[in-house]
């Protein structure tokens, strides 16, 4: 019944908003990033234990995620350009993120 009082184009940007909604394209995060909802929740996890433990290396990132050194990598720069988090060493095994305040 609602469907036959719309236009074609309200019509048109319903069945757009469904799409967009079931499909679940990229929104944007509190953190301000468009992402599809794995990187946050890595995110939020990684907060998590660096409110625990106070820093987290990406090696520890990459067993608390389950993810590869490069994406551990990823979420880690991207934290740091955000502004949550600041490394601390230059490379290698010294190379730690704590929050930062």
Known sequence: ????????SGFLIL?????FLV???G????LGYEEFGKREKRVQTILAYLKKNKQITNN??????KV???????DLE????????KQYGKAGRGVHYKLVK
């Open 23 to 25: 499909a679940g394209l």
């Open 60 to 65: 520890q990132c990459e067993k608390l995620n």
């Open 1 to 8: 019944m609602i469907l036959a009082t719309l236009t074609l």
């Open 15 to 19: 069945i757009l908003m469904i799409i």
């Open 27 to 30: 929104y944007t995060t509190k």
């Open 68 to 74: 590869s050194d490069a994406t551990a990598t990823r």
């Open 78 to 85: 991207m934290m740091e350009r955000k502004g949550l988090v």
